[in-house]
Each structure stands twice: as C-alpha cells, then as structure tokens.
C-alpha cells in the first residue's frame, strides 16, 4: 500500500503542473494567426474605408459610388421592413429614388425597433459580405445575392436610362470578376460592398450632420 499511496501523492503534486503545460501546449496551437492573403484582405478594407469616406463627399467624383449608394440604401430600407414584418406589422412597399433617398411605408410593428434597424440591417448585411470577402466561394455566393439585390434596386427605383445602365453595368462588373483570375477579383467588389455597407449609417449620419449645420449656418433650420 505504500507504493501506492507514494505514487498517488506525487501524482497529485504533479498535476498542477501537468495541468499548466498541457493548457500552455493547446493554447499555443490555437493562437491566432494571420496568413499572407488575410493580411492583403485587411490592408484592402482599411483602404476602402479611407477611399469611400473621402469619395462620399467630394463633388462629381462622388457619383461613382452611385450604383453602390443605392444598393446599400436598398439593404437599410431592407432592415425596416424586415423587422416590421418580425413584429407583427405589414409592409405596404419599399420606394428608392435614384437621387439617393428610400422609404418604407410600413403599418404597425414596434416602431422603436423598427426605425433604427434599417442602419443595424445594413451594417449586418455589410459584415456579413465582408466575411464573405475572404474567401473566394463564398464570394461566389454573396454575388449572386448581391446582383438579385441589385436587380430588385433597379425594380423598386425611378427606371431612367440613367438607373437602368448603371444598375446593369454593375452586375456586368460581378458577373465578368467571375473570370478574372479565377474570380480573385470578385472577392475585393464583395470587400468594398461590405465595407460601404457596414459603415453607411456612420457616412449617412456625417452626411446628415454636415448638411443640417451647413443650413443652420445660414439660418434656414433643419
């Protein structure tokens, strides 16, 4: 018994320090790390997001993002109705209009959840194509969706020659990175998508800001 009893009392000294490297051991092999290609990926969402804050404002050249504001302004009219249907409301349409403006006629629902979902709906949506944006297959997927969407912005909007070319130049875009260098250059459309869409609410709300206190400035109010 002695033996035994021996045995079990180094055992039981023993097992603190067992228990520290064997948690050290699994830790190690579970840190994080940061391959080659997700480095490029990060790099590319911090420049898109200096480049669509800096493009969002700047006169003329801000129509570029034309075709983009609409579809993300799609995900956050989106947002609203979806939310008013999940608490028991009805929704009557969705309106866009391409001079950037949305609307959603909604009867009943929760009202305070309602309201601020279309920027929370937007900002999922966004980080949801972002995380898409790292892989090349699922890229694939959040094209597909993201050219329905597309498409349903072209229907719910003013169709002018000027929406329906610029709607339709933009899914040629996603449908031809489909074949460019084996749709590695789908996976930085879907990126600045995410990113726009992600960031909306904090460019939008700028945007908001910057016109009130420009008329406040010269005395017209809000």
Not at 127 to 136: E, K, R, S, V
Not at 183 to 195: D, H, K, N
């Amino acid at each position: 018994m002695a033996p035994l009893q021996e045995t079990r009392g180094l055992l039981a000294a023993a097992a603190p320090h067992i228990v520290r490297s064997t948690t050290a051991a699994v830790l190690t092999r579970r840190a994080l790390t940061v391959n080659d290609t997700q480095k490029v990926t990060l790099g590319v969402i911090a420049a898109y997001t200096v480049a669509i804050a800096l493009l969002w404002n700047l006169p003329y050249i801000k129509w570029v993002l034309w075709p983009f504001k609409m579809l993300v302004i799609a995900f956050h009219e989106f947002g609203h109705a979806i939310t008013c249907v999940l608490t028991g409301g009805h929704v009557k349409s969705i309106s866009l209009d391409p001079r950037e403006g949305g609307v959603t006629h909604m009867q009943g629902g929760k009202s305070g959840i309602t309201l601020p979902s279309g920027y929370l709906g937007s900002s999922l949506i966004g980080a949801l194509l972002i995380f898409c944006g790292f892989n090349i297959v699922a890229s694939k997927v959040a094209s597909i969706v993201v050219g329905v969407c597309f498409l349903l912005t072209l229907w719910w909007g003013r169709r002018d020659w000027l929406t329906i070319m610029t709607i339709l130049l933009a899914v040629g875009l996603l449908v031809g990175c489909w074949f460019i260098a084996q749709a590695e250059a789908l996976r930085y459309v879907i990126l600045f998508i995410g990113v726009m869409s992600s960031l909306y609410s904090v460019w939008d709300i700028v945007s908001c800001c910057s016109l009130w206190f420009e008329r406040g400035m010269v005395g017209d109010g809000c």
